[in-house]
């Protein structure tokens, strides 16, 4: 990725392998330059050791070279380059305000 390419607030995807369940509607999975263990819910009945999933969550730091990714199963930081730019935001307009009609 580009730098600058990603900023706050961007909907980005990470593309996790799974690695085994773990319970029932848990599974543990693996995800790029990301060195812990994290696992996420997945109430999906057949689901098999190597196959990949993609999260997707919103960006709320950027630093020179990693993405802390927030959302429903995240709350990582990851390397940029592990990231995919899903949506860019756009803050939303300011209106202006109506200028003073004389009678």
Same mark, same amino acid.
């Given at each position: 990725m580009a730098k600058g390419s990603i900023k706050v607030g961007?909907? &980005? @995807? *990470?593309?996790?392998? *799974?690695? /085994?369940?773990v319970t029932e509607d848990r599974v543990a999975v693996l995800i790029p330059s990301y060195g812990q263990p994290h696992s996420i819910v997945d109430?999906?009945?057949h689901i098999s050791s190597g196959? /990949? *999933?993609?999260l997707t969550g919103e960006v709320t730091r950027v630093d020179?070279?990693?993405v802390t &990714?927030?959302?429903k199963d995240l709350g990582i930081t990851v /390397? @940029?380059? @592990? &990231?995919?730019? &899903?949506?860019?935001?756009v803050a939303p307009k300011r209106k202006r305000p109506l200028a003073n009609k004389a009678n």
């Open positions: 961007d909907r &980005v @995807a *990470i593309t996790a392998t *799974i690695r /085994k369940r109430r999906t009945p196959q /990949k *999933i993609e020179d070279d990693t &990714v927030g959302g /390397k @940029a380059s @592990a &990231v995919r730019l &899903v949506t860019s935001y």
